[in-house]
Each structure stands twice: as structure tokens, then as C-alpha cells.
């Protein structure tokens, strides 16, 4: 098993919430794609300000390094139309990969329709794209039911929308790692949260984010059915080392 071929290589922290500069920030970014390419790790997920830099480099290395980013981080609570918006400019500027905060809050209050029409529209557009699309349904803040039902609804639209042959493009992802958990619970991917995705996505691959720690987490992980793991922490992981981030 090759761990670099399943990490997305992230970096999503804000200057304000890292308590740096824009530069500074934008040389974590640098330095992770550097580190992306040097290692050959799957993609590097990034903000959508740093899509087009990134976008550069790895072209210029001439390197197979996917360009990811993230559309209505992290709250998930922007309109469609919002989301639609940022997610054309981050095609525009050269990311491979899309992933999207569902709306999970009107998830929870039943607004199923926001919800059905949101994950149509932003699966829509990034295959018509030639993209691929993965949608963030922040486990820790669902009930173990609630996993089931919202993973459920994304294979029923994808599937009853777009058919099983562009099922691999659109990926159920476990988490942000930015919610705000109380009494220790995780925010990020949990081997129980991703059990019960994988056992209701159908052919919709699965990505665990947040949370592994350990070469032997990412391992067990992908024993589970997991094809990609987003974490900031790539490097440690590839080397056999426990990583102090909770992401």
C-alpha cells in the first residue's frame, strides 16, 4: 500500500485563525505544495484564494498533483447560488477537485429540498466540468441516524441524476475539523461515522477527514473502504509519525 496515493495534503486555516499574516499564510501554502509535489501525495486542499498559485506550481514541476479546495467552508450555511459562484471561480482558477460543505443545518431541520437541490446543482456542475465533486456532511454534527440519512439522500440524487458511471467523481466526506465539539467528542472522521457512511453510500466513494493521526489509522481507514484521507499532517503519516494536529 502506497499511504501517499490517499492523502489530500491540507491546509485550510485563515490567517486570523493561525494568527498570521496573509503572507505568511500563503507561504504554508507554498511549502505544502512543495512538500505535495516532492512526496507525490494525491492532492493538496487549499482555500480557494490559493487555488490559482497552486494551480502554477504543480504545473510548472511538470507534477501529477491534484489541485483541491473547498466551496461554503465551513459553516455550509451559504446559498446555492453563493456556492455555485465560488465553486465556477475556483474551476476557473484550476482546481481538480471540489469539496463542498453540504447544508447540514437544513438537513437537520428537513428542509430536504435546499438540501437535494444543492447537492444536485454542485454535482452538476463540477462534472459538467470535467471535475470531481465531494460533499463534507460534518459527522460531528449529526446523530449516527442522521449519517445514514443525509449519505443516503447524496447516493439517491447523484445516482438518480447523473447514473452509476459518474458515481466514482462524487465523494461523501466525513468532516471540515473546524466544528466546535464539546466533552472531547472528535470533530473529524471517527471509524464508527465512516462504517455507517460506507454502509449507505452505494458506489459513491468515501473520505475520512480530521482526525487520523497514524499511519495505522490511515491503514485501518482504508481497510474500511476509504479512498481518500484529508489531513494536515501527510508527511508524519507517510513516515510512520503520530501527528499533534487535530487535522
Known sequence: MKLNEFLDSTYLKTPKQANLTQAQTQQKVEELTKE?????????????EFVKLGREMIDTSESNVLVGTVIGFHEGTDSIA???KEAQKAIDDGADELDFVINYEAFKKEDLITVKDEIYQGTKI???????AKWIIEIAALKDEQIASITSLIRNVV???????????????????FYPTENGKPAGATFEGIQIMKDNSGPLPIKAAGGVRTADDAKKMIELGVTRIGTSSALSLTQGVESESNY
Open 36 to 48: 505535495a509535489i516532492e512526496h507525490n501525495f494525491k492532492l493538496i486542499m487549499i482555500r480557494p
Open 82 to 84: 453563493n456556492k455555485l
Open 126 to 132: 463540477c462534472l459538467e466540468n470535467g471535475k470531481v
Open 159 to 177: 445516482i438518480s441524476n447523473f447514473g452509476n458511471k459518474d458515481a466514482e467523481k462524487v465523494f461523501v466526506k466525513s468532516s471540515t475539523g
